[in-house]
């Protein structure tokens, strides 16, 4: 059976936050993605940081130059302006900041077969997102990741969205662990900001806090999975 993985990771660009809560990983010995927008906007401390962060082994991808939905801009300006304008310039600001970009986050988690066909193309590994089922649909989410497929779909795990909680789903999460520690299978979650809940709230912003991120890192760890960046993931 191969070893069940969790590939944890967070979109946008709090960068300051994930950095300073970046002791949560290091306790549960956890590596994880980010899936940076607006690269060109990052200042040079902002910069600095994902650097640390990547040498700390942890992934940094691409979300996006402008945090664009893909389907919605193709329909209006088609697939070569999307790579030129969104995809492109996304790969290149992170370049010209020494940081990674072979994966890819599509924002909104919105996607269809053509955005999928050109961008796997240009990425190694391309993340959705997909509904927070509470019922058995849960662990659909879970993938064998020694298949072919490089789209990846994920579950959300943010406690609170626009400035409303979400419901409460720690049990359905905490099924779809067992499922993959029991299958061997790869799960892969998403999380935006980390700030606590006066911050997150006041903000409007998708985030988790601190002590939820541990409490599912450590689930993880005591289920026996590993919990790794993309940049572990084959090409
Ligand atoms: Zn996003």
Redesign the pocket.
């Known amino acids: 059976m191969r070893q069940p993985q969790l590939l944890m990771t967070f979109?946008?660009c709090t960068v300051d936050h994930w950095f300073v809560h970046r002791g949560v990983f290091d306790d549960a010995a956890a590596r994880v993605t980010f899936?940076v927008?607006h690269v060109d906007r990052l200042t040079d401390d902002e910069t600095d940081k994902l650097r640390a962060l990547q040498r700390d082994g942890h992934t940094i991808a691409s979300?996006?130059l402008r945090?664009l939905d893909g389907p919605q801009y193709v329909a209006q300006h088609g697939l070569g302006a999307y790579l030129e304008h969104e995809i492109e310039p996304s790969i290149a600001a992170l370049a010209d900041r020494g940081l990674g970009h072979r994966d890819f986050?599509y924002?909104?988690g919105r996607h269809d077969r053509a955005t999928d066909d050109v961008l796997t193309a240009r990425f190694s590994w391309v993340r959705t997102t997909s509904a927070r089922h509470l019922d058995g649909s849960a662990t659909q989410v879970l993938v064998d990741l020694d298949a072919p497929t490089r789209v990846l779909p994920a579950r959300g795990i943010d406690v609170g969205r626009s400035g409303v909680a979400n419901p409460d789903d720690r049990g359905a999460l905490l099924v779809v662990l067992d499922e993959a520690a029991r299958t061997g299978a790869g799960v892969c979650l998403f999380a935006?900001d980390i700030a606590e809940w006066d911050h997150g709230l006041a903000q409007g912003r998708?985030f988790i806090t601190p002590d939820r991120l541990r409490a599912v890192l450590t689930a993880a760890q005591e289920r026996g999975l590993t919990a790794e960046g993309f940049g572990v993931l084959p090409d």
Do not use: E, L
């Open positions: 979109d946008d899936f927008s979300h996006g945090h986050a924002p909104f935006h998708n």
